[in-house]
């Protein structure tokens, strides 16, 4: 099964795995159409939640100059999509060729807004040259007026909007003092270009028209934020990369990794109304 329609509450959302169909290029995961009973136009442009990159530091960045097979790994080896119910989809990769990374990825939709996401991986082998597993997703969004994406940190609200591809395009925690060791290349990246900014909660949103995309995290360890305005292309290319990563800075093969995350997609709300999308969600992991 390459791809599934869910329909939940305000919803619909096309899930899928790497395969073409339709018109639609191999090596694009995840949400492949999101779209709101109010507005018919989908928020994301090719795919969104996107499994992009596995990283190391040495292997992914050698291969810049290459074929960039390594670079964007999930994305070239094959996955399987499995539908758990009318709502719930999971996609499984088996062990990538070079990072040796299985992982599961599993989507579900919750009236009247809301798809719950959850990520699990298991390092196969002791491949990772400088000890960490770096995981991006990358979600391209589809022509959006404003491509910013919006934050808190310490002080309030801070809007987020790099100038061009790789420039200060990862945002970290504000304890996040981990320091992740790259072969020197060339080739510049978006997880290894860094913004002085941080983010205090696991939390950003953008807004798509009358719409507002909310996605937030159950934990702030590992939990980095990235943004392109042109999700690799010149500056004024209309479709902004609002991304993220996952690092484990220490794994054991065999070991398993995983988070929890809730993406919202709503008509637009007010800020208080965001952060109170966040706290009620966290509290209720709690339970």
């Not at 000890?131 to 997703?137: A, P, T």
């Not at 929890?260 to 208080?272: F, L, Q």
Request: proline share 6%; charged share 25%.
């Amino acid at each position: 099964m390459a791809h599934a329609t869910f329909q939940v509450g305000d919803l619909t959302a096309v899930i899928g795995d790497n395969d073409a169909y339709d018109g639609r290029r191999y090596g694009y995961n995840g949400i492949h159409r999101l779209v709101h009973r109010t507005n018919p136009v989908s928020l994301f442009e090719v795919a969104g939640l996107n499994l992009e990159h596995i990283f190391d530091g040495d292997q992914d960045q050698r291969n810049l100059a290459a074929d960039s097979k390594i670079f964007f790994e999930p994305r070239n080896h094959p996955m399987t999509l499995a539908q758990i119910s009318e709502s719930e989809a999971e996609l499984h990769q088996d062990a990538t060729p070079n990072f040796q990374l299985e992982s599961w990825t599993r989507f579900k939709l919750v009236a009247p807004h809301y798809i719950d996401f959850s990520f699990r991986c298991m390092p196969h082998q002791h491949v990772f040259r400088y000890d960490y597993i770096g995981i991006f997703w990358a979600s391209y969004i589809n022509a959006p007026e404003n491509k910013s994406i919006y934050f808190r940190d310490a002080k309030g609200w801070v809007q987020y909007c790099t100038q061009e591809h790789n420039d200060e395009s990862t945002v970290r925690h504000t304890d996040d003092t981990l320091k992740l060791r790259f072969t020197e290349v060339p080739q510049q990246t978006l997880y290894k270009n860094f913004s002085p900014l941080r983010f205090s909660d696991p939390f950003y949103t953008g807004y798509f028209g009358t719409h507002q995309w909310i996605l937030m995290f159950d934990r702030n360890d590992g939990i980095r934020f990235s943004h392109s305005p042109s999700s690799g292309g010149p500056p004024s290319a209309p479709n902004p990369a609002w991304d993220f990563q996952f690092i484990i800075p220490k794994y054991e093969v065999l070991g398993k990794y995983g988070f929890r995350a809730r993406a919202v997609y709503r008509e637009r709300c007010s800020r208080d109304e965001v952060v109170k999308e966040f706290q009620t969600w966290r509290a209720s992991l709690a339970k």
